[in-house]
């Protein structure tokens, strides 16, 4: 090695900053993402804790908000309501959901598979569709309240805590089965064999050993759903009767307040993000402290069922499976019945109910659509880029862009569209009264599992693929375009079609934010179940899930997508 | 073809050097090994003359331009990873060619080169193949053909032939060295494996922490190991701790438990020092036969181990200190557990530093 044959210096890159900023342009892309995210979920969610506790005219911090929050028996009840039916939620969903992933996961019978469709099914009926369903079923007119009269079995009133509570579970129940199944699968099979071989009996070793390592799933999935009661809009609304929760309580609040001065709207909205973000607080904490990870071995077999026991497992699959279902029949039934005002004559069809949706008033459809696509376009490419930066590309801005992108998902879509709507109202720059801002608001609430949809198939793409193709003489952008990017593909369709399919069914926050004439479908369907148009109202209903099962149909079957693959 | 040199090279990870200030230059055409534990460094020197890390000192020349500061697409180095990292939805031709088509080249060039290189590669009929359907021996011919068909002016490489079974990686080193040697392109190879080292390379750098212990040619890296840590590394060694006494060849002595042997160098301070000897290059005889008692150590036969082509014993020397003999099976004299014997210990063996 001779330093005196060190050559004159040669400049280690030659080219201008902005064509190095073309090649490598992450940092500012991750920039623009951040700010992007700042303006529509950062600075609204600002402006609501700002109008609960400063004062309009003077400016000064006054709690007086919250005083009358706890003074006032409405809405302490109303706190105490959405408790205590997030803890009865919780235990009826876990009580269906954890035995019949138990059942699924470690046993063999006929009618198995059909359970499989349970994510499926939640996904393509939406929870508003599912209340006005039950609604048609158990209702004051139901038609099932009524055969039930005729047998003699007088159901108490479907509104209020028995409509509320039996909803929701059906709706919830999928998210336990769902989290618990997973859980079970998770399981080294091994330690069950140990207990047995230490001399447990079966019994003793499901409550001694397989229990206590499913604990923290339980418990994290009891707070999961816990959220997603309490955070819920449309059954309350729909079904709550004279029973008042948090949720529906912050959206009859807007709309009183409205053009005055929104401070109880705040305050009940800040309350929910606060219980919300404590339960994902303590669930964090389980989550680090007490998940075991049993990275090898495989889960117990499943075993044959034999008889008695095979016969009721089927049947209790079927009838999950067709109450789940139920609901979609509902609604097509109910599309085609004719209608009187609120008497639907079953029995009685028509396709008028479906000409009225489909020709003289399709705005709601084309609204849906619209927006739907527009959200899906934005969401997608944002997804792509922001799941790239947070898989590949990590550093502080990025982390921070991470926790930024997944904040919505601890907020309840109305608690975001009065935030949203606040924000733009005035000022600068107003989107209030512009599709823009419920544009904005699917895009900001769905696109953080299309992050999650698009981050899976990035983990499963080794940093040794990238250096590959740059140390070929790729540049890194070009690496991107040519060799991550294909490979990323079928991931970034699953996230689109799921951001589509879950922006149509979007309402608790578009309904805060729409006005005359950009109705969607799920507020028009939200309309006319309050003015008890009940036909009309399936009319859409059954436009909505062609819209929803279509795509959902051709993904999975035509280009065989995995869309719950991610957790 | 090109010459790589490295000026004071350091790179730290929080309050860690991976890299301490290390110096070396690679011979146009010369086959160079980094060879070490993991966490010696090895790997991060490899991916900083590729470009993947920026060093936080020191200067990286390629010939004679400094390519320390270089984007790593613009640096011309062809790269095999240890995970082949081949794109999963590419076949094997769009593999292979894909560093062809980011240069631009015409396809019906990018025809010829790869067809070629697919054949020099023994992959022919496997180019419409996809990575997924392809063996591990077959893969790892992919991931040389693609770093060798854009002719590189080095060729680096990590590791890729510990995802192999052990047959198939044996045939891969004859494999890449042939070819090395055609294309008469130098090449820089990552390791742990010293016998891999040994037999592939011109010369072996040792590294230890960030820094390197020894560089030399296979042969005098194992006949002539500097320090405990390469006697150790490179090929087994048994370690025995001796008093030296100074004196010239021939002269200086060595103190060993229950003997005195005539050191196989000269000694110029005398003290506690370890001497490397290699279990292959011990004589084992009877007590009662020595008549000249110097060289022969007294010891005692542990355990006879038969491994077909040799006998492996270990052996205690009188005050405990154990050690290793290889016998190769036509001259070993079926020593029994508990014999008292004498070893020769040959004029091979080294005395070596200790320094940690």
Same mark, same amino acid.
């Given at each position: 090695m001779n330093p005196a044959s060190a050559p004159a210096f040669a400049p280690a890159s030659t080219s201008p900053g902005w064509r190095r900023a073309l090649q490598s342009p992450w940092p500012l892309l991750a920039l623009i993402s951040l700010l992007i995210l700042a303006a529509f979920v950062l600075w609204p969610l600002l402006t609501l804790f700002r109008q609960s506790a400063v004062d309009p005219q003077s400016g000064e911090l006054g709690w007086h908000g919250f005083r009358t929050f706890i003074e006032d028996a409405r809405y302490t009840t109303a706190f105490a309501n959405s408790l205590l039916l997030g803890v009865v939620t919780t235990i009826g969903s876990l009580l269906l959901g954890a035995p019949l992933a138990y059942v699924v996961a470690r046993y063999d019978f006929r009618g198995k598979s059909l359970v499989a469709l349970l994510p499926l099914a939640t996904i393509v009926l939406p929870d508003f569709l599912v209340a006005q369903a039950w609604l048609m079923l158990l209702g004051n007119n139901g038609v099932l309240r009524l055969a039930l009269e005729d047998l003699g079995i007088d159901l108490p009133s479907f509104y209020g805590w028995f409509g509320m509570i039996f909803t929701l579970v059906f709706n919830l129940y999928a998210y336990a089965y769902l989290g618990m199944f997973a859980a079970l699968k998770a399981i080294d099979g091994a330690i069950e064999e140990a207990a047995v071989n230490l001399g447990a009996s079966s019994l003793r070793r499901a409550l001694t050993v397989t229990f206590?390592?499913?604990?923290?799933?339980?418990?994290?999935?009891?707070?999961?759903?816990?959220?997603?009661?309490?955070?819920?809009?449309?059954?309350?609304m729909i079904l709550g009767g004279k029973v008042e929760v948090l949720s529906s309580l912050i959206y009859i609040t807007f709309l009183s307040e409205m053009g005055g001065n929104p401070v109880m709207q705040s305050v009940l909205a800040v309350v929910s993000v606060l219980l919300v973000a404590l339960v994902l607080l303590v669930q964090k904490s389980v989550v680090e402290r007490k998940t075991y990870q049993m990275h090898q071995g495989r889960p117990p077999p499943a075993a044959r069922a034999r008889g008695w026991a095979a016969r009721s497992l089927t049947a209790a699959a079927l009838l999950l499976m067709a109450l789940s279902m139920l609901p979609a029949a509902v609604m097509v039934v109910g599309a085609f019945t004719k209608a009187r005002g609120p008497v639907l004559r079953y029995g009685q069809w028509t396709l008028e109910n479906m000409e009225r949706a489909l020709g003289t008033a399709p705005a709601p459809i084309v609204n849906s659509l619209l927006l739907a696509t527009a959200a899906t376009l934005a969401g997608t490419l944002f997804a792509t880029i922001a799941s790239y930066l947070i898989v590949k590309k990590r550093s502080a801005l990025v982390s921070l862009l991470d926790y930024v992108a997944m904040l919505p998902l601890a907020v309840s879509g109305t608690v975001l569209g009065i935030a949203l709507i606040h924000s733009y109202n005035t000022g600068p720059v107003v989107l209030t009264g512009t599709w823009i801002i419920m544009a904005a608001a699917l895009f900001v609430r769905k696109v953080p599992f299309s992050i999650r949809s698009a981050s899976a198939s990035l983990y499963n793409i080794p940093d040794s693929m990238e250096e590959a193709a740059i140390n070929l003489g790729a540049s890194p952008l070009e690496s991107f375009r040519t060799v991550v990017l294909p490979v990323m593909k079928p991931a970034i369709w699953a996230a689109a079609i799921l951001m589509w399919v879950t922006s149509l069914a979007e309402i608790s926050a578009t309904i805060v934010l729409y006005y005359g004439g950009m109705e969607t479908m799920p507020i028009e369907m939200f309309n006319q179940i309050d003015a008890g148009y009940l036909a009309r109202a399936s009319a859409y209903g059954v436009v909505l899930m062609a819209a929803i099962i279509v795509p959902l149909f051709i993904a999975t079957r035509v280009f065989r997508l995995e869309l719950f693959s991610s957790n | 073809m090109a010459r790589i040199t490295l000026e004071n090279i350091s790179k730290r990870y929080g309050d860690t050097a991976v890299i301490d200030s290390l110096s070396l230059t690679i011979e146009h055409g010369e086959f160079f090994t980094l060879l070490g534990p993991s966490g010696c460094g090895k790997t991060t020197l490899l991916r900083t003359i590729a470009g993947f890390i920026v060093p936080d000192g020191g200067r990286l020349l390629l010939d004679d331009e400094d390519i320390t500061r270089l984007p790593a697409h613009k640096r011309g180095t062809g790269m095999v990873f240890q995970d082949y990292a081949l794109?999963?939805?590419?076949?094997?031709?769009?593999?292979?060619?894909?560093? =062809?088509?980011?240069?631009?080249?015409?396809?019906?060039?990018?025809?010829?080169?790869?067809?070629?290189?697919?054949? &020099?590669?023994?992959?022919?009929?496997?180019?419409?193949?996809?990575?997924?359907? =392809? !063996?591990?021996? $077959?893969?790892? @011919?992919?991931?040389?053909?693609?770093?060798?068909?854009?002719?590189?002016?080095?060729?680096?490489?990590?590791?890729?032939?510990?995802? +192999?079974?052990?047959? +198939? @990686?044996?045939?891969?080193?004859?494999?890449?060295? /042939? #070819? /090395?040697?055609? =294309?008469?392109?130098?090449?820089? %190879?990552?390791?742990?494996?010293?016998?891999?080292?040994?037999?592939? !390379?011109?010369?072996?750098?040792? #590294?230890? $922490?960030?820094?390197?212990? $020894? #560089?030399?040619?296979?042969?005098?890296?194992?006949? &002539?190991?500097?320090?405990?840590?390469?006697?150790? %590394?490179?090929?087994?060694?048994?370690?025995?701790?001796?008093?030296?006494?100074?004196?010239?060849?021939?002269?200086?002595?060595?103190?060993?438990?229950?003997?005195?042997?005539?050191?196989?160098?000269?000694?110029?301070?005398?003290?506690?020092?370890? +001497?490397?000897?290699?279990?292959?290059?011990?004589?084992?005889?009877?007590?009662?036969?020595?008549?000249?008692?110097?060289?022969?150590?007294?010891?005692?036969?542990?355990?006879?181990?038969?491994?077909?082509?040799?006998?492996?014993?270990?052996?205690? =020397?009188?005050?405990?200190?154990?050690?290793?003999?290889?016998?190769?099976?036509?001259?070993?004299r079926e020593w029994e557990e508990g014999a008292r014997v004498v070893l020769h210990l040959g004029a091979s063996c080294r005395l070596v530093s200790t320094e940690p």
């Open positions: 206590p390592v499913l604990l923290p799933a339980l418990l994290v999935n009891a707070m999961i759903v816990f959220t997603l009661a309490v955070d819920n809009f449309s059954i309350p | 794109f999963p939805d590419k076949s094997v031709f769009d593999n292979v060619a894909y560093g =062809l088509r980011v240069r631009k080249l015409a396809a019906r060039e990018i025809q010829a080169r790869v067809g070629q290189m697919l054949e &020099r590669m023994g992959l022919e009929g496997l180019a419409t193949r996809q990575p997924a359907e =392809l !063996s591990g021996g $077959q893969r790892q @011919r992919v991931a040389l053909a693609r770093a060798l068909v854009i002719e590189p002016r080095v060729l680096l490489m990590d590791e890729p032939l510990s995802n +192999l079974d052990a047959k +198939l @990686r044996i045939q891969m080193r004859d494999v890449i060295r /042939q #070819l /090395q040697r055609e =294309l008469r392109i130098t090449a820089v %190879f990552v390791t742990h494996d010293q016998e891999e080292a040994l037999s592939m !390379s011109d010369r072996i750098a040792l #590294l230890r $922490q960030g820094r390197i212990d $020894q #560089l030399d040619t296979p042969a005098a890296l194992y006949t &002539r190991p500097a320090t405990a840590y390469a006697a150790d %590394f490179i090929g087994a060694a048994n370690l025995i701790r001796v008093l030296a006494r100074p004196g010239a060849l021939g002269q200086a002595r060595l103190e060993l438990p229950g003997a005195v042997i005539a050191a196989p160098q000269a000694i110029e301070r005398g003290g506690d020092a370890l +001497l490397a000897v290699r279990p292959e290059t011990i004589e084992i005889d009877a007590a009662s036969d020595a008549a000249d008692a110097t060289g022969a150590v007294p010891a005692q036969v542990v355990l006879r181990r038969y491994v077909g082509y040799k006998v492996s014993y270990a052996l205690a =020397l009188v005050d405990g200190t154990t050690v290793h003999a290889d016998i190769p099976a036509a001259a070993d």
